[in-house]
């Protein structure tokens, strides 16, 4: 599960003093500057979260809002305005425009992508409404623009891969794929910067890499041009699950067989893809933990409580083989 830096008996103790806390504040006061305390909340104690979704395009994605949808509810003491977004980072501009003005007293949200969103998050700022990053970050040079960022850390994700790599076909001259994720998003950035670092100084090659925009869908079409370009290709990386069960299907249909013919690591670990790890289909699985609901609902409530929070929140994530894979599967949340 992901690390939190508050306790669960600060925050239920939060929790339980937030109808006298916050009942005693106005509505009206939303123009205060953020992290001003409990002055933002609503009358009624729950707290009007303003979520604003990347999209819908992995099985990642879908147990990220769930995690989401499940934990801010009006039992938790939420009231959750989400949207999604499809990919485009327009539709969240709109969107956190459209918690600005309707007042919320948080807003949260997982970037599409890392650079445009000074001009939006200085108008939050100027309202008075806090912003919370969740699973991707924002260039920014200004990092008062949000509270706390809530997320794996990506580039040790592409390390984590790279080395398994290295570690076992270091010295075979092994030819690799690249299925990246969206152009221009921390963790198609980040992971293609870890992996290319810990492949560096072995004779692991990237021979060509591409986007597929995380999309199951993509990932077969980007491997099938891949296949009839090349080869000699001996490895798929995929930065995500999806895209590299795309690529086993690209895999299967020219006549070879996925994990054997053609090795594949990726990232994620979603069911589907740890399915595919335990079945001998991807060799490799780095973990990317989506289930972020408990982490934002806690710093959301200690914000709103004028807590002091961590600016950046590094989530807990493993590694599996086919054996640990095996082993994961039966419990397994998402």
């Not at 500057?33 to 979260?49: R, S, Y």
């Not at 492949?199 to 999309?215: A, L, P």
């Not at 409580?305 to 989530?315: H, L, N, S, T, Y």
Request: aromatic share 6%; proline share 2%; net charge negative.
């Amino acid at each position: 599960m992901a690390r939190t830096t508050l306790t669960r008996t600060v925050l239920a103790a939060v929790a339980a003093t937030s109808l006298f806390a916050l009942g005693a504040c106005s509505s009206d006061a939303g123009n205060e500057p953020a992290g001003g305390g409990n002055e933002t909340a609503a009358d009624d104690g729950v707290i009007t979260l303003g979520f604003s979704q990347v999209g819908a395009e992995s099985g990642w994605r879908a147990a990220n809002t769930k995690s989401i949808q499940d934990t801010l509810t009006a039992e938790n003491g939420f009231d959750l305005k989400f949207s999604d977004a499809q990919q485009k980072q327009e539709n969240q501009i709109q969107a956190i425009r459209t918690y600005i003005t309707q007042g919320v007293d948080v807003i949260a949200f997982s970037p599409v992508v890392e650079t445009g969103w000074d001009a939006v998050l200085q108008e939050a700022k100027t309202a008075g409404i806090p912003v919370i990053l969740t699973d991707r970050a924002v260039d920014s040079d200004d990092d008062t623009l949000y509270e706390s960022f809530i997320g794996s850390d990506f580039v040790k994700e592409g390390t984590t891969a790279g080395e398994w790599v290295v570690e076992n076909f270091d010295g075979d001259g092994l030819k690799v794929v690249e299925l990246q994720g969206t152009t221009g998003s921390a963790p198609a950035i980040d992971r293609k910067e870890g992996f290319e670092a810990a492949i560096g100084g072995s004779d692991v090659e990237i021979i060509d890499s591409q986007t597929g925009n995380f999309t199951r869908a993509e990932g077969k079409t980007v491997m099938e041009g891949f296949l009839n370009k090349h080869d000699d290709i001996d490895l798929v990386f995929a930065h995500n699950d999806d895209m590299g069960l795309g690529a086993i299907e690209a895999i299967e249909a020219a006549g070879m067989k996925p994990g054997e013919d053609i090795q594949i690591v990726t990232i994620d670990a979603v069911k589907d893809g740890m399915q595919a790890l335990a079945d001998g289909k991807i060799n490799y699985i780095v973990e990317c933990n989506p289930l972020l609901g408990p982490d934002l609902a806690e710093i959301a409530k200690a914000v709103i409580a004028g807590e002091e929070v961590e600016k950046r929140i590094v989530v807990k994530d493993e590694a599996f083989d086919q054996a640990a894979a095996e082993e994961a599967l039966p419990t397994r949340e998402y």
